[in-house]
């Protein structure tokens, strides 16, 4: 994995399937880089770009019960995620979660972080991939035809 900076963005040629990830990627991430909205991550193999994500600081409200009871509990957002059509279903997204959460546990160490989340698309196979790596709905949408679904993974869980 390597953070992306404005040169390597512009060097880069991806395509993961889905038009809205590869415009955040090749064009998008430009601006959230100058803005410090987010970071941006590459996933490599072997100088190619096999998969990437964004991440940026959160809260989110939790309605289970926990030690302390706060309005909102800090956490860190990944953006958007997403792994080059070529290399779908090889196990990389779920390796890039697993990076994802050592690089939270290890950010644990100098800030305050619980969680991890994540507005995934409305897609049964994209649940189904979070929910495999751990993650839970936040909440459930009132309208069903909602876009993305907001998820949550707790870092104070194995």
């Known amino acids: 994995m390597i953070k992306a900076n404005k040169q390597i963005l512009s060097t880069i040629q991806f395509d993961c399937g889905d038009n809205d990830l590869n415009e955040f990627l090749l064009k998008d991430s430009f601006k959230n880089l100058e803005n410090s909205l987010s970071k941006i991550y590459l996933c490599l193999y072997d100088e190619t770009v096999v998969g990437f994500f964004s991440l940026s600081a959160d809260s989110i409200k939790i ?34 979660i ?37 993650f839970e709905v936040l909440q459930y949408p009132k309208n069903k035809n909602k876009l993305t679904l907001p998820m949550y993974r707790d870092l104070c869980q194995k």
């Open 63 to 96: 309605n289970k019960k926990l030690e302390i009871n706060y309005k909102t509990y800090p956490a860190i957002k990944i953006g958007r995620l997403a792994v080059h059509e070529h290399y779908q279903n090889m196990r990389i997204g779920s390796i890039i």
């Open 98 to 134: 697993d990076w994802i959460v050592g690089l939270c546990l290890e950010l644990r160490k100098d800030i305050g972080i619980r969680f991890i989340s994540i507005d995934a698309y409305n897609h049964e196979k994209t649940i189904n991939f979070y929910t495999k790596n751990l």
